[in-house]
């Protein structure tokens, strides 16, 4: 299973950015998916999650700013970010559980993709 991921970049604060990204190969199904991001000098947390039927979860820090969605036929998910801050600078990474073809189940990374939010 690979997970690819587009979108970021540099952005200045208040303003916006939309990642999508898209998982392939060998899938049966996934449940979660979502958006880690790592700070400088920092631990990677938990941005967001979408589950399999729409239920999501954020991290505090992001709520009422950050909206996650997925499209289950394509099996892309999608993080709109807006409102954006100068500590939502990260290098933000896509992640699925995924159950592939052969009934194994694995916890997939998509490559990290930077977000600056600076003026």
């Known amino acids: 299973v690979q997970l690819q991921a587009s979108g970021g970049g540099l952005v200045q604060p208040g303003g916006s950015l939309r990642f999508s990204c898209a998982a392939s190969?060998?899938?049966?199904?996934?449940?979660?998916m979502g958006w880690y991001r790592q700070a400088p000098g920092k631990q990677r947390e938990l941005v967001a999650s979408v589950g399999s039927v729409g239920n999501t979860n954020y991290v505090d820090s992001v709520k009422g700013r950050f909206t996650i969605s997925r499209d289950n036929a394509k099996n892309t998910v999608y993080l709109q970010m807006n409102s954006l801050k100068p500590e939502d600078t990260a290098l933000y990474y896509c992640?699925?559980?995924?159950?592939?073809?052969?009934?194994?189940?694995?916890?997939?990374w998509g490559q990290g993709t930077l977000v600056t939010v600076s003026s």
């Open positions: 190969g060998s899938i049966f199904g996934i449940n979660d």
């Open positions: 992640n699925a559980h995924a159950i592939t073809y052969d009934r194994r189940r694995g916890n997939y």
